[in-house]
Protein backbone atom coordinates (compact mmCIF):
# COMPACT_ATOMS: atom_id res chain seq x y z
CA UNK A 1 0.00 0.00 0.00
CA UNK A 2 2.98 2.61 0.68
CA UNK A 3 4.74 2.21 -2.19
CA UNK A 4 1.05 2.35 -4.41
CA UNK A 5 0.83 5.81 -2.59
CA UNK A 6 4.54 6.55 -3.14
CA UNK A 7 3.92 6.03 -6.82
CA UNK A 8 0.84 8.04 -6.91
CA UNK A 9 2.68 11.16 -5.40
CA UNK A 10 5.52 10.62 -7.78
CA UNK A 11 3.34 10.84 -11.25
CA UNK A 12 1.19 13.86 -9.63
CA UNK A 13 4.80 15.46 -8.95
CA UNK A 14 6.04 14.65 -12.55
CA UNK A 15 2.63 15.88 -14.10
CA UNK A 16 2.26 19.16 -12.14
CA UNK A 17 5.19 21.14 -14.39
CA UNK A 18 3.31 20.22 -17.41
CA UNK A 19 0.11 21.67 -16.01
CA UNK A 20 2.14 24.83 -15.47
CA UNK A 21 3.88 25.14 -18.95
CA UNK A 22 1.72 22.95 -21.03
CA UNK A 23 2.84 21.77 -24.74
CA UNK A 24 1.33 23.81 -27.05
CA UNK A 25 0.74 23.53 -31.57
CA UNK A 26 0.70 27.24 -32.70
CA UNK A 27 1.79 29.09 -35.26
CA UNK A 28 2.58 32.76 -35.89
CA UNK A 29 2.59 34.76 -39.00
CA UNK A 30 4.53 38.10 -39.69
CA UNK A 31 3.07 40.30 -36.87
CA UNK A 32 3.50 42.79 -33.68
CA UNK A 33 4.59 41.29 -30.40
CA UNK A 34 1.53 42.35 -29.15
CA UNK A 35 -0.80 40.77 -31.48
CA UNK A 36 1.46 37.10 -30.73
CA UNK A 37 0.87 37.35 -27.36
CA UNK A 38 -2.82 37.45 -27.60
CA UNK A 39 -2.67 34.35 -29.76
CA UNK A 40 -0.75 33.02 -26.94
CA UNK A 41 -2.91 34.07 -24.20
CA UNK A 42 -5.60 32.33 -26.01
CA UNK A 43 -3.64 28.81 -26.56
CA UNK A 44 -2.44 28.72 -22.56
CA UNK A 45 -4.82 30.61 -20.66
CA UNK A 46 -2.01 33.08 -19.91
CA UNK A 47 -3.13 36.43 -18.99
CA UNK A 48 -0.15 39.27 -20.41
CA UNK A 49 0.03 42.61 -18.59
CA UNK A 50 2.33 45.21 -20.96
CA UNK A 51 2.73 48.62 -22.02
CA UNK A 52 0.96 48.54 -24.82
CA UNK A 53 2.10 51.79 -27.01
CA UNK A 54 6.12 50.02 -26.81
CA UNK A 55 4.73 46.28 -27.42
CA UNK A 56 2.88 47.37 -30.56
CA UNK A 57 5.65 48.52 -32.42
CA UNK A 58 8.37 45.51 -32.02
CA UNK A 59 7.83 42.99 -35.04
CA UNK A 60 8.09 39.40 -34.94
CA UNK A 61 8.71 36.64 -37.87
CA UNK A 62 6.46 34.09 -38.75
CA UNK A 63 7.07 30.99 -36.84
CA UNK A 64 5.79 27.40 -36.27
CA UNK A 65 5.61 25.24 -32.88
CA UNK A 66 4.41 22.07 -32.88
CA UNK A 67 4.16 20.25 -29.05
CA UNK A 68 6.63 22.82 -28.01
CA UNK A 69 6.18 24.44 -23.92
CA UNK A 70 4.31 27.25 -24.22
CA UNK A 71 7.29 29.14 -21.59
CA UNK A 72 9.98 28.00 -24.34
CA UNK A 73 7.61 29.84 -26.96
CA UNK A 74 7.46 32.92 -25.13
CA UNK A 75 10.93 32.95 -24.99
CA UNK A 76 11.48 32.39 -28.44
CA UNK A 77 8.88 35.46 -29.15
CA UNK A 78 10.83 37.95 -26.76
CA UNK A 79 14.70 36.62 -28.12
CA UNK A 80 15.54 39.45 -29.98
CA UNK A 81 13.79 42.06 -28.42
CA UNK A 82 14.54 45.00 -25.50
CA UNK A 83 11.45 42.83 -23.40
CA UNK A 84 12.00 39.74 -21.08
CA UNK A 85 8.82 38.68 -18.88
CA UNK A 86 8.11 37.58 -15.37
CA UNK A 87 5.71 34.65 -14.92
CA UNK A 88 3.50 33.87 -12.00
CA UNK A 89 1.11 31.28 -12.60
CA UNK A 90 -0.93 31.97 -15.24
CA UNK A 91 -0.04 35.96 -14.91
CA UNK A 92 2.52 36.80 -17.17
CA UNK A 93 4.31 40.46 -16.94
CA UNK A 94 6.15 42.03 -19.95
CA UNK A 95 8.76 44.14 -18.57
CA UNK A 96 11.98 46.34 -20.31
CA UNK A 97 15.39 44.27 -20.20
CA UNK A 98 17.81 46.13 -17.66
CA UNK A 99 20.96 47.62 -19.64
CA UNK A 100 23.67 48.87 -17.64
CA UNK A 101 25.09 52.42 -19.19
CA UNK A 102 28.00 53.39 -18.19
CA UNK A 103 29.73 56.71 -16.94
CA UNK A 104 33.30 57.68 -16.81
CA UNK A 105 35.84 60.83 -17.28
CA UNK A 106 38.18 62.62 -15.31
CA UNK A 107 37.92 64.98 -11.91
CA UNK A 108 40.15 67.47 -12.02
CA UNK A 109 41.23 70.74 -9.73
CA UNK A 110 38.51 73.80 -11.21
CA UNK A 111 41.46 76.12 -10.25
CA UNK A 112 44.43 74.43 -11.48
CA UNK A 113 42.94 71.35 -13.76
CA UNK A 114 44.70 69.29 -12.01
CA UNK A 115 43.43 65.61 -12.40
CA UNK A 116 42.48 64.11 -8.56
CA UNK A 117 43.14 60.75 -7.42
CA UNK A 118 41.06 58.97 -4.91
CA UNK A 119 37.97 61.03 -5.32
CA UNK A 120 34.45 58.90 -4.04
CA UNK A 121 31.58 59.04 -6.60
CA UNK A 122 28.72 58.08 -4.76
CA UNK A 123 25.20 57.29 -5.76
CA UNK A 124 23.18 56.86 -2.74
CA UNK A 125 19.96 56.05 -4.78
CA UNK A 126 21.42 52.91 -5.69
CA UNK A 127 23.64 52.41 -3.14
CA UNK A 128 26.68 52.42 -5.43
CA UNK A 129 30.05 53.90 -6.09
CA UNK A 130 33.53 54.00 -7.02
CA UNK A 131 36.96 56.40 -6.63
CA UNK A 132 39.09 57.54 -9.29
CA UNK A 133 42.24 56.07 -9.87
CA UNK A 134 45.86 57.67 -9.83
CA UNK A 135 45.52 59.47 -12.97
CA UNK A 136 41.82 60.89 -11.46
CA UNK A 137 40.01 58.38 -14.04
CA UNK A 138 36.72 57.22 -12.91
CA UNK A 139 33.63 54.48 -14.05
CA UNK A 140 30.96 53.44 -13.44
CA UNK A 141 28.21 50.98 -14.99
CA UNK A 142 24.24 51.81 -13.90
CA UNK A 143 21.27 50.23 -14.74
CA UNK A 144 19.44 53.62 -14.57
CA UNK A 145 18.27 55.94 -17.77
CA UNK A 146 19.87 58.84 -15.17
CA UNK A 147 21.61 59.33 -11.85
CA UNK A 148 21.55 61.73 -9.28
CA UNK A 149 25.94 61.41 -8.52
CA UNK A 150 27.81 63.03 -5.30
CA UNK A 151 31.24 63.36 -5.36
CA UNK A 152 33.30 63.99 -2.23
CA UNK A 153 36.92 64.54 -1.76
CA UNK A 154 39.23 65.55 1.19
CA UNK A 155 39.60 69.70 1.61
CA UNK A 156 37.05 70.12 -1.56
CA UNK A 157 33.55 71.32 -1.36
CA UNK A 158 30.90 68.41 -2.17
CA UNK A 159 29.44 68.31 -5.80
CA UNK A 160 25.71 67.19 -6.35
CA UNK A 161 24.97 66.84 -10.00
CA UNK A 162 21.98 65.12 -12.12
CA UNK A 163 23.15 62.84 -15.31
CA UNK A 164 20.73 61.62 -17.94
CA UNK A 165 22.93 58.64 -19.00
CA UNK A 166 23.31 57.38 -22.43
CA UNK A 167 25.06 53.78 -23.87
CA UNK A 168 28.31 55.46 -23.33
CA UNK A 169 28.26 58.90 -21.20
CA UNK A 170 31.56 60.74 -21.06
CA UNK A 171 31.38 63.20 -17.94
CA UNK A 172 34.33 65.40 -16.65
CA UNK A 173 33.92 66.91 -12.98
CA UNK A 174 35.53 70.05 -11.80
CA UNK A 175 35.93 70.01 -7.66
CA UNK A 176 36.26 73.40 -5.65
CA UNK A 177 38.62 73.57 -3.32
CA UNK A 178 37.23 74.45 0.26
CA UNK A 179 38.26 77.20 2.29
CA UNK A 180 35.53 77.32 4.87
CA UNK A 181 36.47 78.12 8.11
CA UNK A 182 35.42 75.35 10.40
CA UNK A 183 34.66 74.91 14.35
CA UNK A 184 36.40 72.68 16.53
CA UNK A 185 35.66 68.92 15.29
CA UNK A 186 35.67 66.19 17.97
CA UNK A 187 36.33 62.50 16.58
CA UNK A 188 35.41 59.74 17.72
CA UNK A 189 37.17 56.08 17.09
CA UNK A 190 34.46 53.48 15.03
CA UNK A 191 33.98 50.39 16.94
CA UNK A 192 34.86 48.74 13.57
CA UNK A 193 38.61 47.83 13.75
CA UNK A 194 38.86 46.41 10.49
CA UNK A 195 39.63 47.62 7.29
CA UNK A 196 37.24 48.07 4.70
CA UNK A 197 39.15 48.26 1.89
CA UNK A 198 40.66 45.12 0.15
CA UNK A 199 44.51 46.41 -0.08
CA UNK A 200 45.97 46.34 3.23
CA UNK A 201 48.97 47.91 4.87
CA UNK A 202 47.83 51.10 2.25
CA UNK A 203 48.77 54.67 2.97
CA UNK A 204 47.84 57.37 0.50
CA UNK A 205 50.25 60.36 2.51
CA UNK A 206 48.53 64.33 1.66
CA UNK A 207 51.17 66.87 0.82
CA UNK A 208 49.73 69.42 2.64
CA UNK A 209 50.40 66.73 5.86
CA UNK A 210 53.93 66.86 4.68
CA UNK A 211 54.02 70.62 4.47
CA UNK A 212 52.61 70.64 8.14
CA UNK A 213 55.26 68.43 9.36
CA UNK A 214 57.50 70.09 12.06
CA UNK A 215 60.69 70.50 9.65
CA UNK A 216 64.56 70.20 10.81
CA UNK A 217 66.29 73.23 9.82
CA UNK A 218 63.48 74.51 7.95
CA UNK A 219 63.40 71.83 5.05
CA UNK A 220 60.03 70.04 4.04
CA UNK A 221 60.78 66.27 4.03
CA UNK A 222 59.01 63.27 2.63
CA UNK A 223 60.60 60.86 4.23
CA UNK A 224 60.48 62.41 7.38
CA UNK A 225 56.91 62.47 7.41
CA UNK A 226 57.02 58.88 6.34
CA UNK A 227 58.59 57.97 9.43
CA UNK A 228 55.91 59.08 11.21
CA UNK A 229 53.93 57.00 10.24
CA UNK A 230 53.16 53.13 12.18
CA UNK A 231 55.39 50.23 10.59
CA UNK A 232 58.38 52.67 9.62
CA UNK A 233 61.13 53.45 11.67
CA UNK A 234 63.94 55.94 11.28
CA UNK A 235 67.11 54.67 10.66
CA UNK A 236 70.05 56.49 12.15
CA UNK A 237 69.31 59.43 14.20
CA UNK A 238 68.53 62.93 12.23
CA UNK A 239 68.32 60.49 8.92
CA UNK A 240 65.78 60.21 6.05
CA UNK A 241 66.89 56.34 5.77
CA UNK A 242 63.56 54.05 5.74
CA UNK A 243 62.90 50.79 7.82
CA UNK A 244 59.80 49.15 7.32
CA UNK A 245 58.50 46.28 9.61
CA UNK A 246 61.97 45.18 9.83
CA UNK A 247 63.85 45.83 5.98
CA UNK A 248 66.69 47.79 5.83
CA UNK A 249 66.72 50.94 3.12
CA UNK A 250 67.81 49.09 -0.12
CA UNK A 251 64.71 46.93 0.32
CA UNK A 252 61.96 49.64 -0.67
CA UNK A 253 61.19 50.30 -4.07
CA UNK A 254 60.69 54.09 -5.03
CA UNK A 255 59.14 55.32 -7.88
CA UNK A 256 58.69 58.02 -9.25
CA UNK A 257 56.47 59.19 -12.00
CA UNK A 258 56.82 55.41 -12.71
CA UNK A 259 60.82 55.05 -12.73
CA UNK A 260 62.88 53.69 -9.94
CA UNK A 261 64.96 55.93 -7.75
CA UNK A 262 68.05 54.48 -5.77
CA UNK A 263 69.76 55.92 -2.94
CA UNK A 264 67.35 59.16 -2.80
CA UNK A 265 69.34 60.97 0.11
CA UNK A 266 71.27 64.62 0.30
CA UNK A 267 73.68 65.30 2.70
CA UNK A 268 74.58 61.45 3.71
CA UNK A 269 71.27 60.74 4.32
CA UNK A 270 70.29 64.01 6.01
CA UNK A 271 67.46 65.02 3.62
CA UNK A 272 65.41 62.83 1.29
CA UNK A 273 65.98 63.76 -2.59
CA UNK A 274 61.76 64.99 -2.93
CA UNK A 275 61.25 68.48 -3.77
CA UNK A 276 57.67 69.15 -1.84
CA UNK A 277 56.45 71.98 -4.17
CA UNK A 278 57.13 69.14 -7.08
CA UNK A 279 54.78 66.07 -5.61
CA UNK A 280 50.93 65.63 -5.91
CA UNK A 281 50.52 62.34 -4.51
CA UNK A 282 52.63 59.63 -2.16
CA UNK A 283 51.21 56.19 -1.42
CA UNK A 284 53.20 54.06 0.67
CA UNK A 285 52.80 50.00 1.19
CA UNK A 286 53.75 48.67 3.71
CA UNK A 287 52.84 45.05 2.43
CA UNK A 288 50.17 42.95 0.49
CA UNK A 289 52.14 44.68 -2.08
CA UNK A 290 49.18 44.58 -5.57
CA UNK A 291 50.57 42.56 -8.64
CA UNK A 292 51.69 45.11 -10.79
CA UNK A 293 54.89 46.32 -8.12
CA UNK A 294 57.46 44.27 -8.09
CA UNK A 295 60.92 43.88 -7.19
CA UNK A 296 61.72 44.93 -3.61
CA UNK A 297 61.14 43.45 0.04
CA UNK A 298 60.21 45.38 2.37
CA UNK A 299 57.94 48.40 1.02
CA UNK A 300 56.81 50.39 -2.38
CA UNK A 301 56.56 54.65 -2.30
CA UNK A 302 54.83 55.48 -5.50
CA UNK A 303 55.62 58.98 -5.86
CA UNK A 304 53.57 61.34 -8.47
CA UNK A 305 54.47 64.90 -9.30
CA UNK A 306 51.86 67.81 -10.65
CA UNK A 307 50.78 68.26 -13.62
CA UNK A 308 51.32 72.00 -13.83
CA UNK A 309 48.32 74.54 -14.33
CA UNK A 310 46.09 74.80 -16.92
CA UNK A 311 44.89 78.05 -16.67
CA UNK A 312 47.09 80.73 -15.04
CA UNK A 313 51.16 81.38 -14.27
CA UNK A 314 51.98 81.19 -10.79
CA UNK A 315 54.91 80.52 -8.64
CA UNK A 316 56.35 79.55 -5.01
CA UNK A 317 59.62 79.81 -2.80
CA UNK A 318 61.04 79.15 0.14
CA UNK A 319 64.74 80.33 1.62
CA UNK A 320 66.04 78.59 4.26
CA UNK A 321 68.90 77.79 6.39
CA UNK A 322 70.07 74.77 4.17
CA UNK A 323 68.81 75.41 1.16
CA UNK A 324 66.41 77.65 -1.02
CA UNK A 325 63.76 76.25 -3.88
CA UNK A 326 61.43 77.96 -6.38
CA UNK A 327 58.63 76.23 -8.45
CA UNK A 328 56.98 77.73 -11.31
CA UNK A 329 53.83 76.25 -12.78
CA UNK A 330 51.65 76.76 -15.82
CA UNK A 331 50.11 76.57 -18.93
CA UNK A 332 51.73 77.37 -22.26
CA UNK A 333 48.49 76.97 -24.13
CA UNK A 334 45.44 77.33 -21.77
CA UNK A 335 43.27 73.93 -21.24
CA UNK A 336 46.17 72.14 -23.96
CA UNK A 337 49.56 71.85 -22.53
CA UNK A 338 50.75 72.68 -19.09
CA UNK A 339 54.07 72.84 -17.54
CA UNK A 340 56.19 72.47 -13.91
CA UNK A 341 59.63 73.46 -13.07
CA UNK A 342 60.81 73.33 -9.68
CA UNK A 343 64.56 73.77 -7.97
CA UNK A 344 66.32 73.30 -5.10
CA UNK A 345 69.85 74.07 -3.96
CA UNK A 346 71.62 74.08 -0.47
CA UNK A 347 74.80 76.09 0.48
CA UNK A 348 76.19 74.90 3.93
CA UNK A 349 79.82 75.60 2.09
CA UNK A 350 79.09 79.03 2.01
CA UNK A 351 79.24 79.31 5.48
CA UNK A 352 81.87 76.65 6.71
CA UNK A 353 84.18 77.92 4.19
CA UNK A 354 85.25 81.26 5.55
CA UNK A 355 85.98 79.64 9.02
CA UNK A 356 87.61 76.02 8.08
CA UNK A 357 90.01 78.29 6.05
CA UNK A 358 91.09 80.72 8.33
CA UNK A 359 91.88 77.39 11.11
CA UNK A 360 93.21 74.42 9.29
CA UNK A 361 94.83 75.58 6.23
CA UNK A 362 92.03 74.15 4.16
CA UNK A 363 91.89 75.66 0.25
CA UNK A 364 88.55 74.40 -0.68
CA UNK A 365 85.51 72.82 0.54
CA UNK A 366 82.15 71.80 -1.08
CA UNK A 367 79.21 70.74 0.31
CA UNK A 368 76.02 71.08 -1.72
CA UNK A 369 73.24 68.97 -3.40
CA UNK A 370 70.80 70.34 -5.75
CA UNK A 371 67.34 68.47 -7.38
CA UNK A 372 65.95 70.15 -10.54
CA UNK A 373 62.04 68.79 -11.24
CA UNK A 374 60.55 69.63 -14.55
CA UNK A 375 56.97 67.99 -16.29
CA UNK A 376 55.17 68.52 -19.52
CA UNK A 377 51.23 68.31 -20.24
CA UNK A 378 49.76 67.90 -23.18
CA UNK A 379 46.28 66.86 -23.54
CA UNK A 380 46.07 65.51 -27.20
CA UNK A 381 42.15 65.00 -27.05
CA UNK A 382 39.37 64.01 -24.96
CA UNK A 383 40.52 60.35 -24.43
CA UNK A 384 44.32 60.91 -24.94
CA UNK A 385 47.03 62.45 -22.60
CA UNK A 386 50.66 63.16 -23.05
CA UNK A 387 53.16 63.59 -20.15
CA UNK A 388 56.95 63.94 -20.22
CA UNK A 389 58.80 64.47 -16.81
CA UNK A 390 62.21 64.58 -15.13
CA UNK A 391 64.28 64.90 -12.32
CA UNK A 392 67.94 65.41 -12.07
CA UNK A 393 69.64 65.86 -8.61
CA UNK A 394 73.14 65.61 -7.13
CA UNK A 395 75.42 65.51 -4.05
CA UNK A 396 79.06 66.85 -4.45
CA UNK A 397 81.41 67.14 -1.54
CA UNK A 398 84.97 68.18 -1.57
CA UNK A 399 87.72 68.44 0.63
CA UNK A 400 91.20 70.57 -0.43
CA UNK A 401 94.11 70.54 2.08
CA UNK A 402 97.72 72.07 1.68
CA UNK A 403 100.28 71.29 4.81
CA UNK A 404 103.68 73.27 4.34
CA UNK A 405 105.91 71.15 5.60
CA UNK A 406 108.62 73.70 6.12
CA UNK A 407 107.75 77.47 6.47
CA UNK A 408 111.64 77.89 5.23
CA UNK A 409 110.91 75.41 2.00
CA UNK A 410 107.25 76.56 0.89
CA UNK A 411 108.05 73.98 -1.88
CA UNK A 412 108.09 71.13 0.31
CA UNK A 413 104.53 70.47 0.98
CA UNK A 414 101.71 67.72 1.33
CA UNK A 415 98.92 67.87 -0.54
CA UNK A 416 95.35 65.99 -0.53
CA UNK A 417 92.23 66.65 -2.53
CA UNK A 418 89.08 64.52 -1.75
CA UNK A 419 85.94 64.20 -3.75
CA UNK A 420 82.60 62.49 -3.69
CA UNK A 421 79.65 62.82 -6.05
CA UNK A 422 76.54 60.72 -6.30
CA UNK A 423 72.92 61.65 -7.60
CA UNK A 424 69.87 60.02 -9.82
CA UNK A 425 68.89 61.18 -13.19
CA UNK A 426 65.61 60.27 -14.90
CA UNK A 427 63.07 60.44 -17.40
CA UNK A 428 59.72 59.50 -18.01
CA UNK A 429 57.69 59.40 -21.27
CA UNK A 430 53.85 58.52 -20.56
CA UNK A 431 51.00 58.08 -22.58
CA UNK A 432 47.54 57.83 -21.15
CA UNK A 433 44.38 56.36 -23.22
CA UNK A 434 40.75 55.97 -22.77
CA UNK A 435 39.44 53.08 -25.32
CA UNK A 436 35.79 53.23 -23.48
CA UNK A 437 33.70 54.33 -20.23
CA UNK A 438 35.44 51.01 -18.72
CA UNK A 439 38.57 50.31 -20.11
CA UNK A 440 41.63 52.82 -19.15
CA UNK A 441 45.45 52.30 -20.39
CA UNK A 442 48.68 53.94 -19.14
CA UNK A 443 51.60 53.42 -21.28
CA UNK A 444 55.03 54.19 -20.45
CA UNK A 445 59.22 54.29 -21.98
CA UNK A 446 61.69 55.01 -19.15
CA UNK A 447 64.91 55.74 -17.70
CA UNK A 448 67.05 55.90 -14.70
CA UNK A 449 70.63 56.55 -14.00
CA UNK A 450 72.08 56.17 -10.25
CA UNK A 451 75.89 57.02 -9.82
CA UNK A 452 78.32 57.39 -7.09
CA UNK A 453 82.16 58.67 -7.78
CA UNK A 454 84.91 59.12 -4.76
CA UNK A 455 87.81 60.29 -5.84
CA UNK A 456 91.18 61.16 -3.85
CA UNK A 457 94.52 62.88 -4.52
CA UNK A 458 97.75 63.18 -3.16
CA UNK A 459 100.58 64.96 -4.08
CA UNK A 460 104.29 65.02 -1.66
CA UNK A 461 106.63 67.34 -2.46
CA UNK A 462 110.16 66.24 -0.30
CA UNK A 463 113.95 67.25 -1.42
CA UNK A 464 113.23 68.25 -5.10
CA UNK A 465 111.09 64.77 -5.77
CA UNK A 466 107.08 64.77 -6.05
CA UNK A 467 105.33 61.83 -5.55
CA UNK A 468 101.60 62.09 -7.01
CA UNK A 469 98.99 59.60 -6.69
CA UNK A 470 95.33 59.21 -7.67
CA UNK A 471 92.32 56.75 -6.65
CA UNK A 472 88.91 56.49 -7.68
CA UNK A 473 85.88 54.47 -7.18
CA UNK A 474 82.57 54.50 -9.77
CA UNK A 475 79.58 52.50 -8.99
CA UNK A 476 76.09 53.01 -9.95
CA UNK A 477 72.98 51.21 -12.22
CA UNK A 478 71.18 52.19 -15.04
CA UNK A 479 67.45 51.03 -15.92
CA UNK A 480 65.97 51.56 -19.65
CA UNK A 481 62.66 50.30 -20.46
CA UNK A 482 58.54 50.25 -20.78
CA UNK A 483 55.32 49.34 -19.95
CA UNK A 484 52.17 49.11 -20.65
CA UNK A 485 48.92 49.13 -17.45
CA UNK A 486 45.13 48.32 -18.40
CA UNK A 487 42.35 48.93 -16.20
CA UNK A 488 39.44 47.66 -16.77
CA UNK A 489 36.26 48.30 -14.70
CA UNK A 490 33.21 45.87 -15.42
CA UNK A 491 31.44 46.80 -12.54
CA UNK A 492 31.68 49.90 -9.80
CA UNK A 493 32.72 47.02 -7.36
CA UNK A 494 34.98 45.01 -9.67
CA UNK A 495 38.57 46.20 -10.60
CA UNK A 496 40.72 44.23 -12.67
CA UNK A 497 44.00 45.35 -13.56
CA UNK A 498 46.85 43.88 -16.21
CA UNK A 499 49.87 44.61 -17.82
CA UNK A 500 53.17 43.51 -19.26
CA UNK A 501 56.93 45.45 -18.66
CA UNK A 502 60.30 45.02 -20.09
CA UNK A 503 63.72 46.05 -18.27
CA UNK A 504 67.54 46.53 -19.59
CA UNK A 505 69.93 46.97 -16.40
CA UNK A 506 73.49 47.94 -16.19
CA UNK A 507 75.36 47.34 -12.94
CA UNK A 508 78.90 48.73 -12.09
CA UNK A 509 79.39 47.24 -8.51
CA UNK A 510 82.84 49.27 -8.48
CA UNK A 511 85.57 49.93 -10.59
CA UNK A 512 88.71 51.18 -8.97
CA UNK A 513 91.41 52.92 -10.99
CA UNK A 514 95.07 53.70 -9.60
CA UNK A 515 97.45 55.78 -11.22
CA UNK A 516 100.55 57.22 -9.61
CA UNK A 517 103.75 58.85 -10.39
CA UNK A 518 107.32 59.71 -8.77
CA UNK A 519 109.15 62.91 -10.53
CA UNK A 520 106.69 62.90 -13.30
CA UNK A 521 107.83 59.12 -14.43
CA UNK A 522 104.25 56.73 -14.13
CA UNK A 523 104.77 54.16 -12.02
CA UNK A 524 101.50 52.38 -11.69
CA UNK A 525 98.41 52.72 -13.86
CA UNK A 526 95.62 50.40 -13.56
CA UNK A 527 92.10 49.62 -13.90
CA UNK A 528 90.84 46.65 -11.63
CA UNK A 529 87.43 45.31 -11.28
CA UNK A 530 86.10 47.49 -14.24
CA UNK A 531 83.15 45.11 -14.99
CA UNK A 532 79.56 45.97 -16.44
CA UNK A 533 76.34 43.21 -15.81
CA UNK A 534 74.17 43.35 -18.32
CA UNK A 535 70.68 42.06 -17.14
CA UNK A 536 67.20 41.92 -19.02
CA UNK A 537 64.12 42.02 -16.80
CA UNK A 538 60.14 41.05 -18.20
CA UNK A 539 57.23 41.36 -16.07
CA UNK A 540 53.55 40.40 -16.37
CA UNK A 541 51.07 40.80 -14.07
CA UNK A 542 46.90 40.69 -13.30
CA UNK A 543 45.41 41.54 -10.37
CA UNK A 544 41.33 41.45 -9.53
CA UNK A 545 39.92 43.90 -7.22
CA UNK A 546 36.55 42.81 -6.57
CA UNK A 547 33.67 43.49 -3.45
CA UNK A 548 31.88 40.12 -3.91
CA UNK A 549 29.21 41.48 -0.85
CA UNK A 550 29.08 44.52 1.23
CA UNK A 551 30.97 42.24 4.17
CA UNK A 552 33.26 40.05 1.65
CA UNK A 553 36.00 41.90 -0.48
CA UNK A 554 39.04 40.07 -2.28
CA UNK A 555 42.25 41.27 -3.82
CA UNK A 556 43.88 38.42 -5.99
CA UNK A 557 47.00 38.94 -8.27
CA UNK A 558 49.63 37.27 -10.06
CA UNK A 559 52.89 38.76 -11.29
Known sequence: MRICLFVLLLCCSLRLPAQQTPDVNISFAA?????????????????????????????????????????????????GTPFTYQRNGARVLIIPRTVSKTISGFVTDAASGERLPGVVLAVPALQYGTVTNSFGY????????????????LGYSRLDTNVA?????????????????????????QPESFSKSSQMSRITIPVTMVASTPRIMGEKDLFKTLQLLPGVKQGTEGTSALLVRGGTPDQNLILLDGAPLYNPMHLLGVFSTFNTAALKDVTLYKGAFPARYGGRLSSVIDITTKDGHM????????????????SVEGPIKKDTTSFIISARRSYPDLFVTPFAKSEYGLQKFQLNFYDINAKLHHRISEKDQLYFSLYTGRDYMRVRMTNVKDENSPDEYSLTDAKVSWGNHT?????????????????????????????????????????????QLNSGIEDYGGKIDFDYRPQPAHTV?????????????????????ESGTVTLDTISANQRINGAETDLYMEDDWEITPKLKANAGLH
Do not use: C
Not at 139 to 152: C, F, G, I, R
Not at 505 to 512: L, N, S, W
Open 31 to 79: TSLDTALHLLGEKTGWQFSFEQSRIRKVQVPARVFNRVPAEEVLKALLS
Open 311 to 326: QQTHGEGSIGLLASSL
Open 497 to 517: RFGVSAMYRVFTPGAISERQQ
Open 138 to 153: YSMSLPVDSVNLQLYF
Open 427 to 471: ATLRWSHVYSGKLFSNAMLLGSRYRMRIANEMEDTYGGKSLVGKV
Open 165 to 189: LLPDTRMHFALRVNSQQLREVTVKA
